[in-house]
């Protein structure tokens, strides 16, 4: 059975090569235990917690305990999966954008409002209703496709799929121009319908 690595477990920790390393500048422990030479020696060079004798003046950096542990060999704390300068950054994806010259609670907002709705693939519709507008600025609901022609089912909704920037500027330009029965974007903000 495996156990989850609680992130907390992940943490710099200054780390120290080990007694009498190549970096050690104190020499071998000295064998009279009694001396001041070895009290000053043993002051240099304390256990860890891995039950390695270091020499803290000879140090390497920080150090992941948690990964080098893990992997069975020394990991710097910039090489840890949980320091924060390595995680992932988030990426926020705009879905849907409701366009409209109306205020928001005006009772015919929904009436003169174009809808930009992500599509997938980077792609979005401007929607009204259920016409899509094309690069013209042209509305058509989609017709019924027979089962068997996907293709042209294909290329009538390629025509009506745009980037972020272009799906946003098009319905931008199409919201001050939309009309429902004979009644414009101006005549909806100047009298409400009942
Ligand atoms: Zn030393
Ligand atoms: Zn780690």
Redesign the pocket.
């Given at each position: 059975m495996t156990t989850p690595v609680s992130t907390t477990d992940?943490k710099p920790e200054p780390w120290y090569e080990e007694a009498e390393g190549d970096r050690c500048p104190h020499g071998p422990e000295p064998e009279d235990d009694t001396t001041d030479a070895w009290d000053t020696w043993q002051e240099r060079h304390q256990w860890s917690p891995q039950d390695v004798r270091i020499c803290l003046d000879a140090p390497i950096g920080d150090h992941?305990a948690?990964?080098s542990a893990d992997r069975g060999d020394l990991?710097p704390w910039a090489d840890?999966?949980?320091n924060p300068a390595n995680l992932p950054e988030p990426t926020a994806l705009p879905t849907r954008y409701v366009v409209s010259c109306l205020p928001e609670g005006h009772d015919d907002r929904y009436t003169f409002t174009v809808q930009v709705t992500y599509s997938g693939n980077g792609l979005y519709t401007v929607k009204r209703f259920l016409s899509l507008a094309d690069a013209n600025g042209n509305w058509e609901i989609e017709p019924g496709w027979p089962e068997t022609d996907i293709d042209a089912q294909q290329a009538w909704l390629k025509q009506r799929l745009f980037d972020h920037d272009t799906a946003l500027a098009l319905a931008k330009q199409l919201a001050p121009t939309l009309t429902y029965r004979g009644r414009t974007v101006a005549d909806a903000l100047a009298a409400p319908a009942v």
């Open positions: 992940h992941c948690e990964c990991v840890c999966p949980n």
